[in-house]
């Protein structure tokens, strides 16, 4: 009996020490999974504390630019390189240029022959002080061509037409005024972009000396360079170009007006005096 008695509480001891042993690997078990889960969170965060940290932080003339033009025209110019400064000066004083010339022969221009009928009538009349002070009073060139004539009127034709043409001179080299500027970027622009494909080829081959063999993965960074450089100034020189073709002839219109009017002036004299 004492036999089977102490049998029977071994069995039931190292039942109790597997049960004991049982549930202390299911704890550590446990502990195990929940360390490995706090230790992948505090990883996770970690990961995006450091995202966090190594972003670069945007100055705040490229947030204000990407919210003007758009984030994927100032990632463009990011990835452009250092030839995309020169060529963004350029526009910027192409554009400052291309508002101050339109609202300037803008202004300039003026309904000639409604002008011509203030003033022919008081040349006729011999009037010239009144159709002096007329001309003062209206803007443009055409009318400063006629008031610079209409002061001669009192010493003769040939006086008149010196003054006329003096003046021609002056209202001639204001309205070129602000074509250098736009010639330059129309110019440079895309002498600056081939620039930019030479520094992208350059990249591309350099970066193929280093790797020793030919991967489109290692060059297309540098052929990227080349071809955003290039689209870059076209796209700065094409509208600028539209832009002084359109002033050209807006000056050749208000060139024809300064020698109808001169003309009309001088002829009106003649036939008066």
Request: with cysteine; hydrophobic share 55%; charged share 20%.
């Amino acid at each position: 009996m004492k036999r089977k008695f102490l049998a029977i509480i071994m069995i039931m001891a190292m039942f109790g020490s597997f049960a004991t042993l049982a549930v202390a690997q299911e704890v550590a078990e446990e502990a195990t999974e929940q360390t490995a889960t706090e230790e992948s969170a505090q990883v996770e965060v970690a990961e995006e504390v450091a995202d966090f940290d190594e972003s670069p932080s945007m100055g705040g003339f490229e947030m204000f630019a990407r919210k003007i033009v758009g984030s994927g025209f100032v990632d463009l110019f990011i990835q452009g390189g250092f030839t995309m400064w020169p060529l963004l000066i350029l526009l910027i004083w192409a554009i400052a240029t291309i508002i101050w010339k339109l609202v300037s022969l803008s202004y300039a221009k003026i309904n000639v022959a409604d002008f011509l009928e203030k003033i022919v009538p008081l040349i006729k009349e011999k009037k010239y002080e009144e159709a002096a002070k007329i001309c003062e009073q209206t803007k443009g060139p055409v009318a400063a061509v006629a008031h610079a004539g209409l002061l001669k009127a009192d010493q003769g034709i040939e006086a008149v037409e010196k003054s006329i043409e003096n003046a021609g001179i002056v209202e001639m080299a204001f309205l070129e005024k602000g074509f250098i500027p736009i010639s330059t970027t129309i110019n440079l622009a895309p002498m600056l972009g081939f620039f930019g494909t030479m520094v992208g080829m350059i990249a591309a081959f350099d970066a193929i000396a280093k790797a020793g063999e030919v991967d489109p993965t290692i060059v297309a960074s540098g052929i990227k360079i080349a071809l955003i450089t290039t689209a870059s100034g076209l796209a700065v020189a094409i509208p600028v170009q539209f832009f002084n073709n359109m002033f050209l002839s807006m000056v050749d219109a208000l060139v024809m007006d300064i020698q109808r009017g001169s003309e009309k002036v001088v002829e009106t004299l003649v036939e008066n005096k």
